[in-house]
């Protein structure tokens, strides 16, 4: 199994302008998250499904970030629009049980706003 | 709300020289505390999960122990090859997520 995988690995963008992320999960895995990590606040859970169903968005900053989980393959993190405070490393995780056991982390996108 | 403080911050040994990292918790009724290694660039990979007080587990070089206000993980006669930052975090009871420590960085010298 090639893991967690995300793109684009490193975006740069200015100020104002839509991204979007992007994240497949291990196959046969029914929960996913999307984590923030910066220096300042290490580690931060945005929002987690379950089944491809939003279940807790407590961490998503503010109204520009949404995330979408159309079918069990496939996620979308969008910010919009961005901000220099939203530059951070995005990780997306999958796990293969409702339960929070061990998650899988992808590499990670870099995001630059300018 | 559950918090998770790692310290120290930043740890450098020598090959060979064993140490432990520390966790130190506060949570609503622990359901669960993870290990994770982080390398740049790169990330997190699960280590270990420990349930309850007392338990503990081991892959190597490591071992993590638990007790009700903190966990270990010790590291014995490192190389260098185990040089990332280490993370530990927490789920708690009505929470669906896991928080996370800042981590120790750990640089292990040839």
């Known amino acids: 199994d090639a893991g967690v995988i995300q793109s684009p690995r490193h975006e740069v963008t200015e100020m104002g302008q839509e991204v979007t992320l992007r994240c497949k999960p291990i196959s046969g895995h029914n929960s996913l998250f999307w984590y923030r990590q910066t220096m300042m606040r290490g580690l931060e859970l945005l929002i987690y499904?379950?089944?491809?169903?939003?279940?807790?968005d407590s961490g998503m900053p503010e109204d520009r970030f949404s995330a979408k989980m159309p079918n069990a393959s496939f996620s979308t993190l969008k910010i919009q629009p961005s901000e220099p405070r939203d530059s951070a490393v995005y990780f997306c995780?999958?796990?293969?049980?409702?339960?929070?056991?061990?998650?899988?982390f992808g590499q990670g996108t870099r995001l630059t706003v300018v | 709300e559950d918090q998770v403080t790692q310290s120290p911050e930043a740890l450098r040994l020598q090959e060979g020289e064993s140490s432990s990292l520390n966790c130190s918790y506060t949570?609503?009724?622990?359901?669960?505390l993870f290990w994770y290694r982080q390398d740049p660039g790169k990330g997190p990979e699960f280590l270990f999960t420990?349930?309850?007080a007392g338990e503990e587990k081991e892959k190597e070089r490591l071992k993590a122990t638990l007790t009700k206000k903190e966990s270990f993980l010790h590291i014995t006669a490192p190389k260098p090859e185990d040089s990332a930052t280490y993370l530990c975090?927490?789920?708690?009871?009505?929470?669906?997520?896991?928080?996370f420590g800042q981590g120790t960085r750990l640089t292990i010298n040839p």
């Open positions: 420990l349930y309850s």
């Open positions: 949570v609503s009724g622990l359901r669960g």
């Open positions: 995780a999958s796990s293969p049980a409702r339960e929070l056991t061990e998650a899988f």
């Open positions: 499904f379950n089944n491809n169903v939003p279940i807790d």
């Open positions: 975090a927490v789920h708690g009871q009505g929470a669906q997520k896991l928080v």
